[in-house]
């Protein structure tokens, strides 16, 4: 019997492994099947490089929402990625057990909270804070602040997971050569975890360039370069989501293409990240 449940299970897995990979495969299909004809049509450099966006007018360049989502994921890597790290460093050598059994569940309850709360919670906490500092609400810098919020579950969790997979012994050796405890955990169990640090990193700004509502609701919706960090913005996903509803033809082609860019952006992200972690492991 432990024979054939080892070969069933293989076939599952097997299974669910084809499954993903076809999964993946088809949304790639429907993208560039129905994207690239609508790029061709505009014209692949007017289409990226446009800094117009009205679709009433035939007019669809998507410069102003790429560079709002490269703006939007920058900051909230500047505010998520150092504070997710220290907290998982934190987490994993620091904190007492009796505080850990409160902050580990806090932790992954943030990270299952929708979407459209965080929205709510960035629109009725942070808009009137910006307001009131800056004298601007909803801008570029709101997005970046609340995007950092969004992402920091995923790089604490992972982040938190790769430091205790790294061999006690790496410690113990750091401190039997003389270094402290803090030395030790920063000079010696962190550069081990670095890859798995690294790909927390990487989930965290997948899900900040991709995230919807909760943008759609603090970053104003502006469809023009922004000026500063003040400025209001429309990322990718905001504008695929806020016009695919009433699109047809060539706008709605168009939306499809600003997915393809879309998909494209993540994709390079992975493809740098595959290309560092194979430069470390030679």
């Known amino acids: 019997m432990k024979k054939y449940r080892e070969s069933?299970?293989?076939?599952?897995f097997l299974v669910a492994a084809c499954v993903s990979i076809l999964a993946v495969v088809l949304i790639c299909g429907f993208l560039f099947v129905n994207?690239?004809?609508?790029?061709?049509?505009?014209?692949p450099l007017k289409f990226l490089t446009g800094v117009i966006w009205k679709?009433?007018?035939?007019?669809?360049g998507i410069l102003p929402m790429i560079i709002g989502s490269i703006y939007a994921t920058g900051i909230a890597i500047l505010v998520g990625v150092p504070i997710g790290l220290l907290c998982?460093?934190?987490?994993?050598?620091?904190?007492?057990?009796?505080?850990?059994?409160?902050?580990?569940?806090?932790?992954?309850?943030?990270?299952?909270i929708p979407s459209i709360v965080y929205g709510?919670?960035?629109?009725?906490?942070?808009?009137?804070?910006?307001?009131?500092?800056?004298?601007?609400g909803k801008s570029v810098l709101t997005a970046g602040i609340l995007l950092g919020i969004m992402i920091l579950p995923t790089i604490i969790e992972i982040s938190e997971s790769a430091i205790r997979a790294v061999p006690n012994s790496y410690y113990e050796g750091s401190l039997?050569?003389?270094?402290?405890?803090?030395?030790?955990?920063?000079c010696a169990t962190l550069p081990a975890a670095k890859s798995g640090i690294m790909a927390g990193i990487i989930l965290g700004i997948g899900r900040a360039i991709g995230e919807t509502m909760a943008v759609v609701m603090i970053a104003g919706n502006q469809t023009v370069i922004p000026k500063s960090l003040l400025s209001g913005v429309r990322t990718m996903t905001a504008n695929i989501v806020m016009e695919m509803g009433y699109a047809t033809d060539l706008h709605r082609g168009a939306l499809i293409g600003t997915g393809v860019v879309l998909f494209v952006f993540i994709l390079l992200i992975n493809v740098c990240f595959s290309l560092v972690k194979k430069k470390e492991q030679k």
């Not at 994207?35 to 014209?43: L, M, T, V």
């Open 8 to 12: 069933i299970m293989k076939v599952v």
């Open 35 to 43: 994207g690239f004809p609508a790029i061709a049509e505009i014209g």
């Open 55 to 60: 679709p009433q007018e035939g007019e669809f």
């Open 88 to 112: 998982s460093v934190f987490m994993a050598r620091f904190c007492p057990q009796k505080l850990y059994k409160i902050l580990k569940p806090a932790i992954s309850l943030l990270a299952g």
């Open 120 to 136: 709510f919670f960035g629109l009725v906490v942070i808009v009137p804070i910006m307001q009131s500092i800056f004298g601007v």
């Open 176 to 186: 039997a050569l003389g270094a402290t405890h803090e030395r030790s955990v920063y």
